[in-house]
């Protein structure tokens, strides 16, 4: 009895153990001979062991542990969020968006207290990243400086490396690619990417926390196109209702921005169409 | 029979969900009722779990599970690294930092490809983040940019918000506290903090990437003082060995970037002495 409850025991520490690594490196492949070998367990053991975190994670929609065939393959654990767990943190961000005194002069959001939380640009990291993992990116791709949090977690959602435009040229940033792109108010501005950053053929993913008229992610487009990598994907935060016509095409966006109060200083916030219940 | 295999499988799912549950919010507490009701399960039952996932953390070394006693009470994971782990994971980062390449013109170091990718900053925010539990900082500030990625996770460790200062008050930040600094090359520099963004009487933690002299360290203590915030430590991820004196007190360092050999473009970067095995 003892012999079995000892080995009951060490299941579940396993399973634990288990559980913390592939959801600490998301979309990343474990082999099962990597758990084996950590664990000192056989390989049908672990083979059992997926089943029931996969089992698990189903039934508590906290992702997807699937096992990936071939030469290659493994366990890959995805924190894929279902559509009913998306629209609830997409309304509660939304109402908090709403609240008032988020206005401020020219007609702009105040949102970086909400993703500067690590736990709600996780949240939504994961819930950007949903739509790309079939387009398999390389790599994200954002411009300095308030969609960094955002971006940083759909890389690791996505478990690819963050890569960040600069509005200068940083010396330490070694020789870099330097462009010039339309931005707010129809101005001139400047787009910087270390040289070393993308290398072509890249498939890149680009993500930022706003879109009014596209400027930015168009220049990212721009800018991907002189390091001869190809855009798979634009998805921000939120964007503004208006104007509807974007510099930049097929942007995904999890909230509209629909309408100001000036003087409530009130935002109407919603959850975009395709990801209300 | 079949009534205790199903139990079995039951503890077993129980046990995958509260280990990503709890090491998807770090330091953040869950009471046992909120398990009780997710699950369904008696407070003696997820009691036992909680036993169960503190001794497979502690066995495979993947940090804290703790029982917070009180009130405000209930269960808490933390990404605690041993001595051993982190130091693992400093000495592959010095070598990294090593790699031929890496000094650019004026004496910097590249380091925007390791800080970017989310694991690698992941592990260098959890490893500063064990320095300041006992602090209870309430924030984790930093400037932009580079730094932003660890500092992100630094804060998600420590299960605090990010807040980010600019070279810049932009309009979409609202009103914000300018201030000039001391920065590199004794150049003046000006840092700039939404009014918002921080509390009179917080507890700030000041986390950055890289301190030569420690001229924007120090702006950052300042800009602390005028938001009557307390700084708590004051941390980066690499600093230079070369002043010795830095501009800010008693800041903690993981590496140190000792020399560089400007013609073969190679860094001589080494584990901080306190962090060595």
């Known amino acids: 009895m003892r012999g079995v409850f000892l080995e009951k025991i060490k299941r579940n520490e396993r399973l634990s153990a288990m559980a913390r690594i592939l959801t600490d490196a998301p979309n990343r492949i474990h082999t099962l001979g990597e758990f084996c070998e950590r664990f000192g367990a056989a390989k049908s053991t672990v083979s059992e062991d997926v089943d029931t975190l996969s089992q698990a994670f189903a039934r508590f929609e906290m992702g997807e542990v699937a096992t990936v065939a071939g030469a290659a393959g493994g366990v890959r654990f995805r924190p894929l969020l279902s559509k009913a767990a998306a629209a609830r943190v997409l309304e509660d961000l939304a109402a908090r968006l709403c609240e008032p005194g988020r206005v401020l002069p020219g007609g702009f959001l105040y949102t970086s207290d909400v993703t500067s939380e690590s736990d709600t640009a996780q949240r939504i990291g994961e819930i950007l990243a949903v739509e790309y993992y079939d387009r398999?990116?390389?790599?994200?791709?954002?411009?300095?400086?308030?969609?960094?949090?955002?971006?940083?977690?759909?890389?690791?959602?996505?478990?690819?490396?963050?890569?960040?435009?600069?509005?200068?040229?940083?010396?330490?940033?070694?020789?870099?690619?330097?462009?010039?792109?339309?931005?707010?108010?129809?101005?001139?501005?400047?787009?910087?990417?270390?040289?070393?950053?993308?290398?072509?053929?890249?498939?890149?993913?680009?993500?930022?926390?706003?879109?009014?008229?596209?400027?930015?992610?168009q220049g990212m487009v721009e800018m991907m196109q002189e390091f001869q990598a190809e855009v798979v994907g634009v998805g921000v935060m939120i964007a503004t209702k208006a104007p509807q016509k974007k510099l930049v095409e097929g942007a995904k966006s999890l909230l509209v921005l629909e309408d100001f109060d000036q003087e409530s200083h009130v935002a109407k916030v919603a959850v975009s169409p395709e990801y209300q219940l």
């Open 136 to 217: 398999q990116p390389n790599l994200v791709l954002t411009m300095e400086t308030k969609g960094i949090p955002i971006a940083l977690m759909t890389a690791r959602a996505l478990g690819v490396p963050l890569v960040i435009a600069r509005r200068d040229s940083r010396a330490y940033e070694g020789s870099a690619v330097k462009i010039n792109y339309v931005g707010g108010g129809d101005r001139i501005e400047t787009m910087a990417l270390a040289r070393r950053a993308v290398k072509p053929g890249q498939r890149a993913l680009i993500i930022d926390d706003f879109m009014k008229g596209g400027g930015t992610l």
